[in-house]
């Protein structure tokens, strides 16, 4: 297992990290930026991932692969970002968890999460979960979600701003036989429609919502326009 808590600065990969099965957790508190990049591949058991301080973002621009049952939870006070190459591939029950603006006040506004085309998260059989909500938050940004997850709580998606589609040429969220619940305040695939492979849809948003189902999987369509 490897476990970190640095209280000043901010940290950068420089080459592979490998923890076989065994869990990789890192923590910055830093009260000007402890922002956490992975440019490098990763592999481990879970991870945790938790920046704290002011502007703190979570950069991912490699591929990080998690072990069978393997936990994912990344947390910034500002910024979740995935680069083009940005990936995380479990396996397992394990969920994966992502939250922007974990800290409000510690934010600079948009604090948002960003998948750009190309970027993706598979979490075997486990749940995804994306949330930026409140003062400061910003848009969920998404490339490409997948999993066999068959609950109800297989993919949520919450922002108290958009949803929106980072142009990904594939589906950008599968869960054929699970919910799949997309909450955006200010819309859901606007200008570009979200377009998701489920069995169960829930929408909610104050404004338009733009949706591409791909197949006849859909059984069950809620939608509410606050």
């Not at 002011?54 to 998690?66: E, K, M, R």
């Not at 600079?108 to 409140?134: E, R, V």
Request: aromatic letters at 2%.
């Amino acid at each position: 297992n490897f476990n970190l808590t640095m209280d000043a600065g901010s940290l950068a990969s420089s080459g592979a990290v490998d923890v076989g099965t065994g869990s990789f957790a890192i923590t910055t508190n830093d009260s000007t930026d402890g922002s956490i990049t992975f440019s490098t591949t990763l592999d481990a058991g879970s991870l945790t991932l938790d920046a704290n301080g002011t502007n703190t973002d979570i950069s991912i621009t490699a591929s990080a692969t998690i072990a069978s049952g393997g936990a994912v939870s990344l947390t910034a006070d500002d910024t979740v970002n995935f680069g083009a190459a940005g990936s995380i591939t479990a396996s397992g029950a394990g969920n994966v968890f992502l939250q922007s603006n974990a800290n409000s006040a510690d934010g600079d506004g948009s604090d948002q999460i960003i998948m750009a085309d190309g970027a993706s998260i598979d979490a075997g059989s486990g749940t995804i979960t994306l949330t930026s909500t409140g003062a400061n938050s910003g848009n969920i940004t998404v490339g490409e979600l997948t999993t066999t997850n068959s609950t109800s709580s297989a993919v949520i998606l919450t922002s108290d701003l958009a949803i929106v589609d980072a142009g990904a040429t594939g589906t950008n969220i599968i869960a054929t036989t699970g919910t799949v619940t997309l909450t955006g305040a200010t819309g859901i695939g606007s200008g570009d429609a979200i377009e998701t492979n489920t069995a169960v849809l829930v929408l909610d948003s104050n404004q338009s919502i733009q949706i591409a189902n791909s197949t006849t999987n859909l059984t069950d369509l809620t939608l509410t326009l606050d």
